[in-house]
């Protein structure tokens, strides 16, 4: 009997660490040096995908960040649009703010969506890209991967040039592939898989997200910040991201 008891109270226990590591907050600082032709002024960005089902709190930065990037999954079926519109205020009072769609995005109605979106200012890009801070050469090139429309990557690099140091934004790592030739990007965002939520050691439904640098870019797949099904996390803390982001001068220039 005792010997149940003590598999009960473990039980218990690995049942409420997962449930803090879902609703916890980690914030992952990182420093990244793009390839730039034309160099740009370095300046800080906060990356959060998957919100889902949680709170963003208005005092998540404790430092300014100069612009964010949702990655995807803002919402999803159930989520009161009043929490939706509340976390959306609460990001756009730190800095402009960037939205990619997610495949749970439009779970919700979507003009609703859209009009908070319109109401607050948000940039929705939909296989497209912007210029950031007025440069022409620094872009943010943002894919709806969800839309699944032939023509999307196509669109989204249409105004991109070779020499642009180039953001790309999808919610999900699949496309990274993809980006390549006349589909080049320096640095690439995604969340999606949510490092795998729960892992047994080395094991997951996806890999654990990470942060890769590759010899002409860098990736970064973000473990998440809210949970979908199940809100638990064994292995796969939740997180989301600043990062600093500076030109990189190729030394024999």
């Known amino acids: 009997m005792k010997y149940l008891i003590r598999i009960a109270l473990a039980a218990l226990a690995l049942l409420l660490f997962m449930v803090r590591n879902a609703f916890s907050e980690k914030l992952v600082m990182e420093t990244v040096e793009l390839r730039a032709a034309k160099p740009f002024k370095p300046f800080k960005l906060l990356f959060i995908a998957d919100v889902h089902r949680r ?3 208005a005092d998540l930065l404790d430092s300014p960040v100069d612009i964010i990037i949702i990655g995807g999954d803002l919402a999803e079926r159930g989520v009161p649009l009043e929490r939706v519109a509340e976390n959306v205020k609460r990001l756009t009072a730190i800095a402009p703010v960037y939205f990619i769609w997610g495949n749970n995005d439009r779970e919700v109605d979507e003009t609703s969506l859209r ?6 200012g948000v940039i929705v890009l939909e296989d497209r890209s912007v210029p950031l801070f007025g440069n022409e050469h ?3 090139v943002g894919l709806d991967h969800f839309a699944y429309k032939p023509d999307g990557f196509e669109n989204a690099f249409k105004n991109v040039k070779a020499d642009d140091t180039v953001l790309f934004v999808s919610h999900t790592p699949f496309d990274f592939w993809k980006v390549k030739g006349d589909y080049s990007a320096d640095l690439l965002l995604a969340g999606h898989t949510h490092g795998g939520q729960i892992r047994i050691g080395p094991f997951g439904l996806f890999k654990k997200g990470s942060m890769k ?5 860098i990736e970064l797949i973000s473990n998440g910040f809210g949970t979908t099904t199940l809100h ?3 292995g796969a803390q939740a997180e989301c991201h600043v990062l600093t982001v500076r030109p990189k001068i190729e030394a024999d220039k």
């Open 55 to 57: 709170v963003i709190r």
């Open 115 to 120: 009009q908070i979106f319109d109401q607050l």
């Open 138 to 140: 620094l872009k943010l």
């Open 213 to 217: 640098v590759k010899k002409d870019r």
């Open 232 to 234: 638990l996390r064994l």
